[in-house]
């Protein structure tokens, strides 16, 4: 269960990360209302809120959740920019992921 509400959290991030920074680049990229930054920067203060509710160190933290915010922005990608993924990204993925778990959930010296 703890495997799961992690991932769990580690993605609540990781959208919030994205939208905290997909919303300025819509503003400057594509001419959208400025406004853009309000709901920016409270996406990013729940981004930085978000990473404090786990009970590990925060270095451990911040290392594993990079391979989640690489699964979550593929699946952007995908999802918001219509771009499907390829097999290499797919594979990198599995490895950030297998990674996430290792740094997250392996054994640690009493």
Known sequence: MEILKTFILF???ALAEIVGCYLP???LKQDRSIL???PAAASLAAFAWLLTLHPHAAGRVYAAYG???ISVALM?????DSIRPTVTDFVG?????????IIMFGPRPA
Do not use: N
């Not at 993925?93 to 778990?101: A, F, P, T």
């Open 36 to 38: 853009l930054l309000l």
């Open 93 to 101: 993925v599995s490895v950030c992921l297998l990674g996430m778990l």
């Open 67 to 69: 391979g989640v915010y």
């Open 11 to 13: 993605v609540l991030t």
């Open 25 to 27: 680049y819509l503003w």
């Open 76 to 80: 952007w990608l995908w999802l918001v």
